[in-house]
């Protein structure tokens, strides 16, 4: 199975620029790269996903590299509610959702 | 429109008692899934949907069964529970992209 590495926390500050790398070395290629997040006491919500080129959507922007062997979450104006645990999750066909560790990304005011 | 709606949202059992976790959606989504996620740590998949009638097995399926007879609904049952069953529960829904959870059950086993 394609795997994710994610660092294991990180933190930025309030109003600026975040980027969650993900690496996803032995990526098939038609592995689809998704990014869900978890509030603090919630359930996992949907950020974006990706193939091949980079998407953006109101919540974030998903970066891919052109080999597709890595991926960066970019959440443009980091607010305190973006503190939460952020995943990486390669998904194809009909591979179940699977969850990893993710990256808890603190905010700081 | 619900999405994903859980059923209970908080309960606790004695050990050995037994109970069914509901799990309804109004997306009319092939796929569900059913999670447990324990104190400080990630979530585990226990049993997934790929369609009405269907059910797999995921990483921690034991001590665990569950049912897909309506698309809409998908069933965690716990025959005896233990201990090591107290989580919180997710429930979430999908068709191939963005999957939808509900907001969880609070199972406490004594």
């Known amino acids: 199975d394609a795997k994710t590495t994610q660092p294991n926390s990180m933190e930025s500050n309030e109003e600026e620029p975040v980027h969650l790398p993900c690496n996803h070395s032995?990526?098939?290629?038609?592995?689809?790269i998704h990014w869900y997040r978890q509030l603090p006491s919630q359930g996992p919500e949907y950020v974006i996903h990706g193939l091949t080129s980079n998407v953006n959507n109101r919540m974030a922007s998903l970066a891919i590299a052109e080999d597709r062997k890595s991926s960066t979450l970019i959440l443009h104006r980091a607010t305190l509610r973006d503190a939460a645990v952020y995943y990486c999750?390669?998904?194809?066909?009909?591979?179940?959702?699977?969850f990893g560790k993710g990256t808890r990304l603190s905010v700081i005011a | 429109n619900a999405g994903v709606t859980q059923t209970p949202k908080f309960r606790v059992l004695k050990t050995g008692q037994s109970m069914t976790l509901l799990c309804a959606q109004d997306m009319n989504h092939e796929y569900m899934y059913w999670y447990r996620q324990d104190p400080g740590m990630g979530l585990r998949l226990i049993h997934y949907?790929?369609?009405?009638?269907?059910?797999a097995k995921g990483e921690v399926p034991d001590g665990y069964n569950v049912s897909r007879l309506k698309k809409q609904n998908f069933l965690l049952g716990l025959e005896s529970a233990a201990p090591s069953q107290t989580s919180v529960y997710f429930c979430?829904?999908?068709?191939?992209?963005?999957?939808?959870f509900g907001q969880g059950t609070r199972l406490t086993v004594v």
């Open positions: 949907s790929v369609g009405e009638g269907t059910t």
């Open positions: 999750i390669l998904l194809s066909g009909n591979t179940p959702l699977v």
């Open positions: 979430a829904s999908s068709y191939n992209t963005e999957a939808f």
């Open positions: 032995t990526i098939s290629g038609t592995d689809y």
